[in-house]
């Protein structure tokens, strides 16, 4: 056989990097349909750490130092030197993508040490062509982790494959280091550890000591591991919380989210490799090889303890704030069991009785749970696939699960080909590479599927901002600014969080009542004095308020609803709006509440006496059958400051009181002398859904003021 030159290298390196560069060019397209950050406060915290390594090399957020939490952030740092803000988050999604698209090196390594080169390039794409690839436009450490983990796996069985103490070393270090890309991935260490145990029980000192044992050793030993991880499990649950709680009254919330994510795992591997993936975790001719042993016992450890974490993290996060499937992290299983399947198929006598099992429990799995059909599903993307049938295809849940169970049927009989031994080898190899190509096309369009969701979502919240959405350093050149809002509600945190990712001069993010939206610390300043001096001056030249809040100061730029001032220190209220939503309704804070009350104050005593306008409406509540209405109590008079700072009328000059009906309005107008407040109080809210309306507020009245001095009155 003539030996391979230089050229045969280089040509046939020409398909792979085809394939490769078709790959990623998909990845890039996806990641730059996305316009802006939507998954907050995640990806703004990352940004933010990431910023403050770039500028100062010490993590924080917002200015105020935090401890180490991954090393993501570091690896995320640089792009931030660039200083268009647009450019750099440009320079990030493709980072991420060609990181988490880097999983495909040690897969290839991984399956090489079991199957040929050619099979080996096949586990090699296929690592990368999941549903766990949509996160690879998102600025999150699953985009570094992917590729670690697969990295981890395979120094893990290079070192339980015998390699030596260079591989132990190697694989102890990188699962070590693991927690520190993502604490998730603890998982890499406990398999090692786990299989090494499983290792050694069925190796051959395992098996010297279990020489002279009879079957009631066998069964007492059995006995014994049970009782051992009961009182382990009695020790433990004190000591780590989550686990007491839910394995104490959620258990079987436990299972059902678990195996839900596991549903959505298969969806996004296309069904063949989770079946081929679990089969090949014992095939009777490869016991000798100490490769497939390691490969083995690794993956089974893997998904044991993926399975475990996920399954109580959805189950803890179902009894505290939300229900979802987690997906998002059983996604490293995916290379593993990708390999898995190109082993199966390269095996010459696979066992039926394991292909027979894994397909029973992916069947199971994939077809006795529901499907999710967000577009996209974030937690779980692997549901991509239900999504564009549903979406494009217009099947409903009932004709989801009969095309996945055609799916299941063909990908079972493409197991169990193996097994048929009069096919012919060329038709069988056709029909394997069939199922193989139906298999990436149904991965990379249910991914596709996500990501186009998750791209139209982001595009979205990015129109919805005002262009272009650096506004304000464009207006400041790198000065420092405050935020200064009020009664911000979560869909006013939304467009904070994301003014504050586009405009990297917002230093501090505050607010007058305590609703800034995190991540990072915030502050509620004080009111000092009635004159409306405010305390934590920060010292900046800019405040960004909303219309709720007026810092006296020169007018920079304003926008809808934001207004840039340059302002004069102390800083000091000219103006200021209490317990009024940015749409101006007054509203109960929760489903029991039966009043609700707002405020408005006029400090500057330079104004001098003026014109106070007060509109008490429902202008646009005006459902039918109409509400009973509500009453109302109007207070005015000078300001005085309550033990929580705030302005309060204390010796009213003025009180209104009447009813307001549905689709009505009252107007005052009063002389006052600045400084001043109003106070309203509210009693008799009605719930929007009760009467034919999409929002569920407990809606009051909507309320307006506005002070005009007497100097600027014609």
């Not at 609703?515 to 509620?524: H, M």
Request: with cysteine.
């Amino acid at each position: 056989m003539r030996e391979r030159t230089t050229l045969d290298r280089f040509l046939a390196a020409i398909p792979v990097a085809i394939v490769a560069l078709a790959l990623l060019s998909l990845y890039f397209w996806e990641a730059s349909a996305r316009k802006t950050p939507t998954i907050f406060s995640d990806e703004l915290e990352w940004s933010q750490i990431s910023r403050a390594i770039a500028t100062t090399g010490h993590a924080a957020r917002r200015g105020q130092p935090i401890s180490f939490k991954s090393l993501y952030a570091f690896m995320l740092a640089p792009v931030w030197w660039i200083h268009s803000t647009k450019t750099a988050y440009t320079v990030a999604k493709y980072v991420d993508t060609v990181v988490m698209c880097l999983a495909a090196i040690p897969a290839y390594l991984t399956a090489r040490l079991m199957v040929s080169h050619r099979a080996a390039l096949i586990a090699a794409f296929g690592s990368i062509c999941t549903s766990a690839l949509f996160f690879g436009g998102y600025l999150l450490p699953e985009t570094l982790a992917y590729p670690y983990f697969v990295l981890c796996a395979y120094a893990s069985i290079r070192a339980l494959a015998g390699g030596g103490r260079r591989w132990i070393v190697a694989a102890v270090v990188l699962d070590l280091v693991a927690k520190e890309v993502r604490n998730e991935l603890l998982i890499a260490l406990t398999a090692f550890i786990l299989a090494a145990v499983v290792l050694w029980i069925v190796g051959p000192q395992g098996q010297r000591l279990r020489a002279g044992w009879s079957r009631l050793d066998h069964a007492g030993a059995a006995v014994l591991l049970i009782g051992a991880l009961i009182v382990l499990n009695a020790l433990a649950s004190p000591h780590v919380s989550q686990w007491n709680y839910v394995t104490h009254g959620y258990v079987h919330r436990m299972w059902t989210l678990g195996l839900e994510s596991f549903s959505a795992l298969a969806l996004g591997l296309g069904v063949l490799p989770l079946i081929a993936g679990l089969a090949s975790l014992w095939l009777p001719e490869r016991t000798r090889d100490p490769s497939w042993r390691a490969f083995a016992s690794f993956t089974a450890s893997a998904i044991l303890i993926a399975g475990l974490y996920t399954a109580l993290k959805a189950a803890y996060l179902s009894t505290q704030a939300f229900t979802r499937v987690e997906e998002r992290n059983l996604i490293y299983l995916g290379p593993l069991l990708i390999i898995g399947a190109v082993v199966y198929f390269s095996s010459r006598r696979p066992w039926l009785p394991a292909a027979l099992a894994a397909a029973a429990v992916t069947w199971w799995i994939t077809i006795h749970y529901g499907y999710q059909l967000a577009y996209p599903y974030f937690d779980s993307p692997g549901y991509g696939i239900a999504t564009l049938a549903n979406r494009w295809l217009r099947w409903d849940q009932g004709q989801i699960r009969l095309g996945l169970v055609v799916v299941c049927a063909v990908m079972t009989a493409a197991v169990l080909m193996p097994f048929a031994r009069r096919v012919p080898r060329l038709a069988s190899a056709g029909a394997l590479a069939f199922v193989a190509l139906a298999t990436a096309t149904l991965m990379l369009a249910g991914e596709i599927t996500s990501a186009q969701g998750a791209a139209v979502g982001s595009r979205q919240y990015y129109d919805n901002l005002v262009q272009p959405p650096w506004w304000v350093d464009n207006a400041v050149h790198g000065q420092g600014v405050t935020f200064m809002g009020q009664a911000l509600t979560q869909g006013d945190d939304l467009g904070v969080n994301l003014y504050e990712f586009w405009n990297r001069s917002l230093k501090n993010i505050w607010s007058l009542d305590g609703s800034a939206p995190p991540p990072g610390p915030v502050t509620t300043p004080d009111l000092l004095r009635t004159n409306g001096v405010l305390s934590n001056d920060p010292g900046l030249p800019y405040v960004l308020e909303t219309s709720a809040v007026d810092i006296v100061g020169k007018v920079v730029a304003s926008q809808p609803g934001l207004t840039l001032v340059r302002v004069t220190h102390p800083w000091r209220l000219r103006q200021a709006t209490y317990g009024v939503a940015s749409d101006g309704w007054v509203s109960g804070a929760n489903g029991d509440a039966t009043t609700a009350d707002a405020a408005y104050a006029y400090f500057d005593r330079a104004a001098g006496r003026g014109s106070l306008v007060i509109d008490i409406n429902r202008n646009t509540f005006c459902p039918q059958p109409s509400s009973p209405g509500t009453n109302v109590t109007v207070r005015v008079g000078p300001v005085a400051l309550n033990e929580q700072r705030a302005p309060i009328v204390t010796h009213p000059t003025h009180i209104y009181r009447f009813h307001l009906a549905d689709c009505s309005h009252r107007t005052f107008t009063v002389s006052a002398l600045p400084p001043v407040a109003v106070q309203v109080h509210i009693d008799g809210l009605a719930l929007g859904t009760a009467y034919g309306v999409s929002d569920s507020r407990l809606f009051g009245a909507g309320v307006g003021f506005a002070f005009t001095p007497q100097r600027h009155q014609r």
